[in-house]
Structures are given as C-alpha cells and as structure tokens.
C-alpha cells in the first residue's frame, strides 16, 4: 500500500540532519497543520451534502455532477504518495505555504466558472494542493512540539478531523438558507489565507535538498500515484455504475490495480527503492495500518447511515441533519484534552479497545431504531459514538508514533491519508451498496407479504380507502391512491431495515477491530 510510501528511502532521508530544526512559535504552527486537515476534510464533505445545489447552479446532470466530489478525492490520493517526500526536499513550511494558496486561489475561481469543466478542473487543482495537508500535519507535531504535549497535539488532531466529519452538514445547510451555492465554496477558501500566516510564522524553515531530486524513485511515486488514484476513482463511482456491470468501472480496477503491481515489482527491483518494505512493515504496523483502514471505514459508513437515514425516512434537510451530526462534533472539544491525560498514563490498546467497544455499543443501540425515529432518538448512540470515535483514533494514532522511529514520522503522515481516504471510501462505498442491496431484499420480502392478501394488508388497505375516498373521485382513483400510499409505506419500511442491518454489520467490524487489537504487541522502546 502506499501507506508506507515514505518507508525506507525516506527514513534514509531523514537520517542525515543531526538534529531537526524547531519553532520558536510552535502553537501557531500547529494551529497552522490543523486548520490543513479542518480544510481537507471539510471541503469533502461539504461538496457532498452540497451536491445536488452545486449540479443545479451549473446545469450538469446527475451523472456528469458526480464527478466534482470524485475530482477533489481523485486528486488528493494522487499527490499523497509525493507529498512526504516533497516535504523532506523543499521543507513542509514551503510545501504548505504554496499548496495553501493555491487551494484558496482555486476554491475562489471555482464558483466564478459557472461550467462544469471550470468546476471539475478546479476541484482536481484544490485537491492537488490540499493533498499535502494531512501527510505533513503528524510530522509537524511530532517533530515540533516537546515531547511531552504530542499526545495532546494528536488528541486536538483526532478532535479536528472529528469536527469537519461532523459538522459540514450544519455548513452546508446554513450556507443554502441563507447565502448561495457559492459559499460551499468561498468558506473554506477564507481559511487558507489564515493557514498561510500560521504556517508562515510558526513553521521552521528548513534548507532546500534538492540533491535528493536526482535519486529520487520516480517510477515507484509515478506507478503508486496513478495506481492509487484510479482505483480510488473506481470505489468512487462503482456504486451508481454498479460496479463490473461497467466497462468503465472495470477498466478502473484493471489499470489501478496493474500499476499499484508494477508499483511492489519496481520496489522490491530498483537499486534505490522509494520504500523498503522490510523497513517499515515489520512488528505492529501491519495490524495499525489494517485498524486504520478499518476505523476510517466504520466512521464513515455510520457517518453515511445517520444523516441518509434522517434525509430518506423522515425528509430530514441538510441543517436538520447537522444538527444531528453535531452531537458527534461537539463533545470533541472535552474529549480531546481528556484522551490526551489518559494517554500519557494507560496502555494505548487499552484505550484503543474502549473506543472500538463504545462505537460497536452505539451501533447496537442505532440497530434498534424504528422509522418513528427523529433527530434526538439517535442522541445516546451518538454521544457514545463520539467519545469512542476519539479514543479509537487519538490512541491508534498515538500507538503508531510509539511502534516508528523519528526517520519515519513523515511516513505516517503517507499512512494516516491512505487511510483516511482509501478507508473512508471503502466504508462509504461498501454501505451504500450494502444498504441498497438490502432495500431491495426487504422490499421484495415486504411487497411478497403485500400481494399474498394477508389479512392485515387487506384491512389496511380498505382502512386508507375509506380515508382518502372523500377526496377522490371515484373508488377507482381512492384504490389507486390506497395502493400507492400503501407501497410508500413499504418501501419505508424496507430502508428501516436496510439500516438496521447496516448498523449490526458495523458492529461486527468492530468485533473485527477487536480482535486485531489484541494481537498488537507492547510497542518497542524508543
């Protein structure tokens, strides 16, 4: 995986400085690196719940439309596997600096094309550029801050990533009621220009290496790049082309797949490999890179059930969704100081484990919800949730930094946006075919029930003609509009139970997730 893609080569890299080159301002500089990651996820996600507005503005269809979220991730997975290695040559200070204005620079033009073609091209430019946020923000923290507060640099890291999951359904429905469509846009545009002061005044500058462009494997960066992208694209769009149905879908696979092995075959060959697998994939960090994936998947598909449950069911708009959400994001702000305390004196699978068992716990409690279910019946799952979601990946985080030396620090920052956008996409991916698939079992079931007369069915529908006969016509039309309430009724009640059974999947992940941790090891002595 390109997880690892700052392995070997670059812990050669980081190797030589005697010592690293430290701020004198490192609060400002680590308020830098977050608001990148804030910046990083939050445009994802905004993009999505703003969908559908965005695709209205510009006049493209639905097919056309769902590339603009694809172009922005696409671009992001491109760039990750250089993004470690551009750091070590130009210094993360340069590579933030111009990377964040040329975020803001995109995400301003972006509304001012009106066209599809400006929008696609200006997500992949803004994805390119923020591409290089996350991979350099767990360098910066361990690298700058003492020692001794970079378990509570990591919990604010984990409590940031939380926060923008969280609350860009409340964004993006307070930007539709009271701006415009382009503010999905300009929002997170403004905030560049701040991460650029931060990063300027409390980043060190480091030396430019460019000697370390002559030896640089750029077959191995160019066979993990393309190959990562493509596939990732492939997960993106699987699911409304319904996957090897598509020409195009397979193609995707095919060519990501046949790249990321030419990528293995040119590491495992080449004198001056990129990444030593040997290296870096040793002891405890097969397992941590599996929980990575793993945790980034659950998040995201209960971060998908909730608000598709509100919005599918109940009719719920973007805003009422946030505020639902919300209840994640906000206790993040306790949490955070509060994992960082107990980390510093218990066993990080310890806390590792408590989190997975909270969040397994709240899909129990979501499993039994019903489609009279609103807003605030999802409040004790979701409070649980939250302070499980933030052990479990303030802790793993923290447990990664313990099982790698200083040379390889960069190296998860590779790791951490692998993770975040190859298991966020597999999480996404996986339950909104799983909770389709579902649907139309249930449906199937529930309409077999319906067409076979049962007593009930058959009551029930005499009941809703008698109801709606006053304002018909005749019997005729009060049976048609009799059936056609009775079949909404039924395809409501399939969606409840496809997310039921999305919520008892998750929870079995997390039996999965369980498990892995109590293969991990003690971490060796630094």
């Not at 059930?305 to 505020?323: K, M, S």
């Amino acid at each position: 995986m390109s997880v690892g893609l700052a392995g070997g080569r670059l812990s050669r890299i980081l190797l030589r400085p005697a010592q690293p080159i430290l701020t004198h301002h490192p609060i400002v500089g680590l308020l830098g690196v977050m608001l990148g990651a804030l910046i990083s996820t939050l445009t994802s996600r905004i993009t999505t719940f703003g969908l559908a507005d965005i695709r209205g503005a510009i006049g493209a269809g639905f097919d056309e439309g769902a590339w603009i979220t694809t172009a922005y991730t696409v671009a992001q997975m491109l760039v990750a596997p250089a993004a470690a290695f551009l750091g070590v040559v130009f210094g993360p200070r340069r590579v933030l600096l111009v990377s964040s204005l040329t975020y803001g620079l995109a995400m301003l033009a972006l509304p001012l094309t009106g066209t599809l073609t400006g929008v696609l091209t200006f997500q992949l430019l803004a994805g390119l550029s923020s591409g290089t946020f996350i991979p350099l923000t767990i360098g910066f923290i361990v690298r700058n801050l003492p020692p001794r507060y970079v378990v509570y640099g990591i919990a604010v890291y984990a409590m940031n990533v939380e926060l923008s999951l969280n609350f860009a359904a409340s964004v993006e429905g307070w930007v539709i009621e009271h701006l415009d469509w382009r503010w999905l846009f300009w929002d997170t545009a403004l905030l560049a220009p701040l991460m650029a002061l931060c990063v300027h005044f409390g980043m060190p500058a480091e030396p430019v290496r460019r000697d370390l462009l002559k030896d640089g494997d750029w077959w191995g960066i160019a066979y993990a790049s393309l190959g990562f992208a493509l596939l990732y694209a492939g997960l993106d769009q699987g699911n409304r082309l319904d996957w090897f149905n598509s020409g195009l879908i397979t193609g995707l696979f095919l060519a990501g797949g046949l790249l990321v092995t030419a990528f293995v075959v040119q590491e495992l060959t080449c004198p001056k490999p990129w990444i030593t697998f040997s290296v870096l994939f040793r002891g405890n960090i097969p397992l941590l890179c599996l929980l990575l994936v793993l945790l980034r998947l659950i998040m995201l598909s209960t971060a998908y059930l909730v608000p598709q449950f509100l919005i599918t069911v109940n009719n719920y708009r973007a805003l009422e969704v946030g505020d639902t959400l919300l209840l994640i994001a906000l206790p993040q702000f306790l949490l955070a100081p509060l994992v960082g305390t107990l980390l510093r004196h218990a066993d990080p699978r310890v806390v590792m484990a408590a989190g997975f068992a909270a969040v397994g716990t709240a899909c129990w409690l979501a499993s039994h919800l019903t489609a009279d279910w609103v807003g605030a019946d999802f409040l004790p799952s979701q409070m649980l949730q939250a302070f499980g979601q933030s052990f479990a990946m303030t802790s793993l985080i923290y447990f990664n930094i313990k099982n790698l030396s200083q040379a390889h620090i960069l190296a998860l920052g590779a790791l951490l946006q692998t993770a975040r956008l190859l298991g966020g996409e597999l999480g996404a991916a996986f339950m909104q075919t799983f909770v389709r698939v579902r649907e139309q079992f249930h449906s199937f079931r529930l309409v077999s029930d319906v067409v076979a007369g049962s007593t009930d069915t058959v009551h029930r529908l005499a009941g809703t003609v008698a109801r709606v006969a006053a304002q018909s016509t005749g019997a005729e039309e009060a049976t048609g509009r009799a059936l056609s309430l009775l079949s909404a009724a039924v395809r409501k009640q399939a969606y409840v139970l496809a997310y039921i059974d999305g919520f008892v999947v998750i929870a079995w992940f997390i039996v999965g997730g369980l498990l892995l941790i109590a293969l991990l090891r003690p971490a060796p002595r630094q």
